[in-house]
């Protein structure tokens, strides 16, 4: 991610208008929704070194075969990376089954490789630019939903500081609340959804567990919001939070189908 990080300085940013953006929120579409972006030229190469990453770390030849894809030609990097910017699941999957490989394991080489680049325009679109602090300064309004209002991901946790529920962005990393407490996938909120702390000697880490859809969502008290790389490091040391809902038989599920509120353009 470090390496993604330094290609960001040749992103081109998405021009979008604060009505512009506000009218998307009003519909429920996440600000990137349909919006075009220009890769960065070294992101094939960010890809590259995150495949020899992988393979290293145990996915072993399959993660080297779409390395050798992607030097072929056979795989583009730069749509790769579109895709996973545009939370396009399947195309991923139905591209690296046509290719023999891993579709969750294409998934997350995009996301991997993306996710810097989708926190950066972040900051840019709706908040500032990392670096230098400027930016448009448009925050999300008119937004009561469990999906993420910049890119449409789901949260992967909820940060709860004092009172204060927040919302943050499984690849984004962006931080918003809801008005009411309620199942982030449906909106349940009657006595089938429940909050719990699997282990008692830990009370400060808990889920929320919904019976209504069967989804579960983390809540950890924080001090202090997560900075962008660390919310995946809090992410993977809650992970006994996800085995206990998990063998209760509650799940986390798909993305959220934007196409029933506007349909996808090709990417």
């Known amino acids: 991610m470090l390496d993604a990080w330094a290609g960001l300085d040749e992103a081109e940013v998405p021009s979008l208008t604060p009505d512009a953006i506000s009218g998307k929120l009003k519909r429920g579409l996440p600000v990137m ?13 960010i890809v590259l070194l995150l495949c020899t990453a992988l393979a290293e770390g145990g996915a072993g030849d399959s ?3 779409i390395g050798d894809a992607i030097l072929r030609r056979e795989l583009d990097a730069a ?9 396009n699941q399947a195309a991923v999957r139905t591209s690296a089954l046509h290719m023999g490989f891993s579709p969750d394991l294409v998934w997350l080489i995009g996301e991997l490789a993306s996710a810097p680049l989708a926190h950066y325009l972040q900051h840019l679109v709706l908040g500032s630019d990392p670096r230098t602090g400027t930016g448009t300064g448009v925050r999300p309004q008119y937004w009561d939903r469990g999906y993420c209002p910049f890119c449409g991901s789901w949260p992967v946790l909820i940060e709860l500081h004092g009172e204060e529920r927040t919302l943050r962005c499984s690849y984004c990393a962006l931080g918003w609340s809801l008005g009411s407490r309620r199942c982030i996938y449906c909106g349940n909120a009657g006595d089938d959804f429940v909050s719990a702390a699997l282990d008692v000697a830990q009370p400060q880490q808990r889920v929320e ?21 660390l919310l995946a490091i809090d992410d993977l040391a809650t992970m006994h939070l996800d085995r206990g809902a998990m063998e209760r038989g509650y799940r986390r599920p798909e993305l959220f189908d934007l196409d029933t509120i506007e349909p996808r353009k090709s990417c």
């Open 33 to 45: 929704r349909n919006e075009t972006i220009v890769i960065p030229p070294r992101y094939e190469e």
């Open 209 to 229: 567990l919904c019976g209504a859809c069967g989804g579960y969502t983390k809540v950890i008290q924080v001090a202090e919001p997560a900075p962008f790389p």
């Open 79 to 87: 749509s790769l990376i579109n895709v996973s910017l545009a939370r």
């Open 63 to 65: 993660a080297r075969h």
